[in-house]
């Protein structure tokens, strides 16, 4: 890729990286509008950077920049960025960044793994940098176990009340009420922590293997399982998805993320040079 | 001293009786007065609710006021013994101490496990106390009687399911919910059954109600009586999807609330989990409501069934709660012989004068003849000796008498001292 769009096409993520941090903040907590203006600022100059990088690249080779899997992932980016852009002018349909802006950071992060990057200086910084990436998904995992066994209490007490038997259980558990919430805070906590680690751990891949891992079926499979991820904390803060169904897409989640874990076993050899 | 109760109740007397013999505020004084001036009478305390009208005295030893009792009754009432005679109980000693541990647990109650009465017999003692008509045994029992009643209610729970379909549908609420705090309530028409949920509801801290009926006339008195704010009854159906609690009561021949209509109301309210009561007959709205996710229907049938459950659990717990008080009366039956003490002090003191008297014959040998000074001057000797000797045991056996754990004492002083039973 060519020197100077790989530099933009960086500052393009860089900026993104604030819509993401709205959006983290917006999950755990509640929406703040200076956050919000601050992201969405950062959010459209980003596209311009961005397609500055593409153009400049396109007008470099004489070709459209979509010769390989990095760069169409760059430019679908790029083109869903634009379309968020006009559903947000047009309509004020701001409920949407939830769901792309992360997309579409993610998008240009794996863009730009398509150029190398600067070998590890230090092995130390390698090693603590992939002990982050997988503390942090610890700690989202713990958070998603949670929420499991949250969501499995929840329809057990969903349907107690809708066979109108309550009382009758031996059990008693909490009011649903309070599953409801403790169910939504455990997954956004783990699903702010799992989207950390996705970025830590590609970048470190990255580094570490250059790119040939990124179409391996097993890391596939733990990209597809974050976009799940995406998709439910997406239709609970705007549409507010919740109830028994979310509370099985959380189990179906949940599953996922085990066949994830499972298909990471064995990752070390696959990122050996 | 002897404790006795005379009474009736819900079981042994109907209505016509009861309210005859009920003492309100004002009469409670003055017929205290009266009953503790009674010859033999100790101490009393009159308990009057609606469902029972009972008289507990202590009294002295060798005196029966079973009949003086009967007969204050009768006068302080004005109602011809013979009318009320065969509705009488009569209880004594350690079945009088059951039977008020009982009553303050709310096991002998209409609605078992009711907390009312407890907070009734508290006043009542409140009464007998400000006009000192208590002061020793009775006042120990009574107040033993608020720590049972206390100990039931926390080990066996017996209070804590809805055996009412009003309060019934609180609970529910709650166990939907969690905290009622801020949540919106709809009620739709008039009723006995919907005032009383919203009351119960009111009070869990459901603050916001809103209330709208057919007629409007009837809706601005329902928004007065509950403290809500009116809707109009055409355009309450907009509403809905900014409540929580909705509670229909209304005469309709016909469905106000259908499945469609239902649907919508949920996605507007973007699946915020909704409860809806229903106790109007016929329905106000189509059962299969129930059908859609968050949205959680109850009618009256469904309440009634929630009821009878807790019921039969409330059954089962009153029989905990009735092993408990057995204990309680075991402990309490204890506690008051240990109060009596005097026994033990006689043979106290006669066991000590054996003791003088066997040391002194042993020695009168050794001694050889005396002299009248010098026998006085042994006799005073050994008597001050034993004197001094008794003094601590006794005075601390008579303080540990009215403590607790005083048998421990009393039973430690009997074994120290070789006394027989």
Same mark, same amino acid.
């Given at each position: 890729m060519h020197e100077m769009s790989v530099v933009w096409l960086r500052v393009a993520a860089v900026l993104y990286s604030l819509g993401l941090i709205h959006v983290l903040l917006t999950v755990i907590h509640r929406r703040r509008e200076r956050v919000f203006r601050v992201a969405m600022a950062a959010f459209s100059t980003g596209v311009v950077v961005h397609a500055v990088s593409i153009v400049e690249h396109s007008l470099a080779t004489s070709r459209l920049a979509a010769n390989d899997f990095f760069q169409s992932a760059s430019l679908c980016a790029l083109l869903i960025a634009l379309l968020f852009l006009f559903l947000y002018w047009r309509y004020g349909y701001e409920s949407l960044a939830v769901f792309v802006f992360p997309l579409v950071f993610i998008l240009t992060l794996i863009g730009e793994l398509g150029s190398p990057m600067a070998r590890w200086g230090d092995m130390r910084l390698r090693d603590a940098w992939l002990l982050v990436h997988v503390g942090l998904v610890l700690i989202g995992y713990a958070a998603l176990f949670l929420a499991t066994v949250t969501s499995v209490l929840y329809l057990v007490r969903e349907r107690q009340l809708k066979a109108k038997r309550p009382g009758a259980a031996p059990s008693r558990l909490p009011p649903l009420g309070t599953l409801d919430k403790v169910l939504w805070r455990a997954l956004s906590i783990g699903f702010v922590f799992i989207t950390l680690s996705v970025i830590a751990g590609s970048t470190w891949a990255s580094i570490e293997a250059g790119t040939h891992w990124i179409r391996d079926p097993r890391i596939v499979i733990s990209l597809l399982t974050w976009a799940l991820y995406l998709v439910i904390v997406f239709f609970h803060l705007?549409? @507010?998805?919740? @109830?028994r169904k979310a509370a099985v897409m959380v189990l179906a989640l949940a599953g996922c993320s085990v066949i994830t874990w499972a298909a990471h076993t064995g990752l070390r050899s696959l990122l050996a040079r | 001293m002897r404790l006795f109760i005379t009474g009736l109740n819900h079981r042994t007397a109907p209505v016509e009786v009861r309210e005859r013999l009920a003492f309100d505020h004002h009469s409670l004084g003055p017929a205290l007065g009266e009953l503790v001036a009674g010859s033999g009478v100790l101490e009393g305390v009159i308990l009057s609710t609606c469902n029972r009208v009972e008289v507990a005295v202590t009294v002295e030893n060798g005196c029966d006021p079973q009949a003086a009792v009967d007969e204050f009754l009768s006068r302080s009432r004005k109602v011809p013994l013979d009318q009320i005679a065969p509705h009488l109980y009569h209880v004594q000693d350690e079945e009088a101490i059951r039977h008020l541990f009982r009553v303050a647990a709310s096991l002998d109650s209409m609605l078992v496990g009711e907390p009312q009465i407890l907070g009734q017999l508290k006043s009542a003692y409140a009464a007998a106390k400000a006009h000192g008509a208590v002061s020793g045994l009775l006042e120990l029992i009574l107040t033993r009687a608020f720590g049972v009643a206390k100990r039931v209610r926390s080990e066996t729970g017996i209070g804590e399911s809805a055996i009412s379909v009003s309060y019934a549908a609180v609970e529910l609420a709650r166990e939907i919910f969690g905290s009622l705090a801020d949540k919106q309530v709809m009620i739709v028409g008039a009723g006995k059954m919907s005032e009383l949920a919203a009351r119960h509801l009111r009070r869990s801290g459901a603050t916001r109600i809103f209330v709208t009926n057919r007629t409007h006339e009837r809706a601005r008195e329902m928004a007065a009586a509950f403290e809500g704010t009116l809707v109009e009854y055409d355009r309450f159906l907009d509403t809905l999807p900014e409540m929580d609690i909705v509670i229909t009561s209304s005469g309709a021949p016909h469905y106000l609330l259908n499945k469609s209509q239902a649907r919508r109301i949920i996605e507007a309210s973007k699946n915020r989990p909704m409860f809806l009561i229903d106790i109007a007959v016929p329905r106000n709205i189509e059962p299969a409501v129930n059908e859609i996710d968050n949205i959680f229907l109850y009618d009256i049938d469904d309440l009634q069934r929630v009821v009878e459950v807790n019921v039969g659990e409330r059954r089962k717990r009153a029989e905990q709660a009735e092993q408990i008080i057995a204990l309680e009366v075991e402990r309490m039956v204890a506690r008051l012989k240990a109060r009596e003490v005097a026994p033990t002090i006689v043979s106290l003191q006669e066991r000590l004068e054996e003791m003088r008297q066997a040391e002194l014959a042993r020695l009168r040998g050794k001694l050889g003849p005396l002299t009248p000074q010098q026998e006085e001057a042994i006799e005073s000797l050994t008597r001050g000796l034993i004197g001094k000797i008794a003094h601590g045991p006794i005075s601390e056996l008579r303080r540990q008498a009215?403590?607790?754990?005083?048998i421990r004492f009393i039973e430690a002083i009997r074994k120290a001292f070789r006394l027989e039973d």
């Open positions: 705007t549409a @507010g998805w919740r @109830g | 009215a403590q607790p754990e005083g």
